[in-house]
């Protein structure tokens, strides 16, 4: 099947683009209101989109707790979703009333932040300390934040020769519908950038394990 967007095939009862752009990463995004309060909310229109400074970003159908806390805090933090915390992620997903403490009522504890004051979640594995860089409105009613990391919680147990161990994370992914992804060891394969030839012609093939240099 081939089509325009607008003129969904009756075969597909859904729509298939969540489905086909996936796994996508969750970002778990803590925040903070004007009362000082914690809110806890899952986001998987979520990303990474720059590393030098880091930034992420990610959005809100509406304007949901998380957006209107960090539009007024300027800060949030990214916990990590892992298989283990599946439930508890899931829970915080629930639409609360503004105030209530999704930290609580999903039974996580908080962990503080190192820069900022949104905290994370005690029990991932990692946390992103983000502040606010700018809103986009786009076409419909979403509205996606970008913020630039400034701080890392990592649990040092996930670090092994120098580099964090994501493999050993299984962490979680969101795909299409209600499925979810989880990432194991087995699943994690290295592929060496192409080299090519002084003259730019031909390709080398590259050492076999990597040689620590970002080509
Ligand atoms: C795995 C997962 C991913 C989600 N991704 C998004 C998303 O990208 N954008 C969004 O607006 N809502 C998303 N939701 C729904 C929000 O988590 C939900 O509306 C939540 O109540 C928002 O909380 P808040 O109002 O405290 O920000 C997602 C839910 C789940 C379970």
Redesign the pocket.
């Known amino acids: 099947m081939h089509f325009d967007v607008q003129s969904r095939p009756a075969a597909l009862r859904h729509d298939p683009f969540k489905a086909l752009v996936a796994p996508r990463p ?1 970002g778990w ?1 803590g ?1 903070v209101d004007d009362q000082g309060r914690a ?8 990303n990474a989109v720059s590393d030098r400074p880091p930034m992420v970003m ?5 304007r ?4 209107r806390n960090i539009e007024a805090s300027g800060e949030f933090t990214c916990s990590l ?1 892992t298989h283990a915390l599946r439930e508890g ?2 829970l ?5 009333a ?1 105030g209530v403490d ?1 930290f609580e009522a999903a039974g996580l504890d908080k962990a503080p932040s190192l820069r900022i004051r949104p905290p994370r979640v005690a029990a991932a594995p990692a946390a992103l300390e983000c502040r606010l860089w700018r809103t986009l409105d786009l076409p419909g009613s ?1 509205t996606v934040v970008f913020g630039e990391v400034v701080a890392i919680y990592i649990d040092d147990a996930c670090v092994k020769d120098g580099r964090v161990d994501t493999g050993a994370l299984r962490l979680i992914s ?1 795909l299409g519908y209600m499925d ?1 992804g989880v990432l194991e060891a087995a699943d994690v394969f290295t592929l060496n950038r192409p080299l090519t030839s002084d003259d730019g012609r031909s390709l080398r093939p590259p050492p076999a394990d990597w040689d620590g240099v970002y080509r």
């Open positions: 969750i995004i925040s809110n806890l909310a899952p986001y998987s229109f979520f990610f959005s809100s159908a509406g949901k707790d998380s957006l979703a992620m899931n915080s997903s629930a639409a609360l503004p999704e979403y969101r979810y």
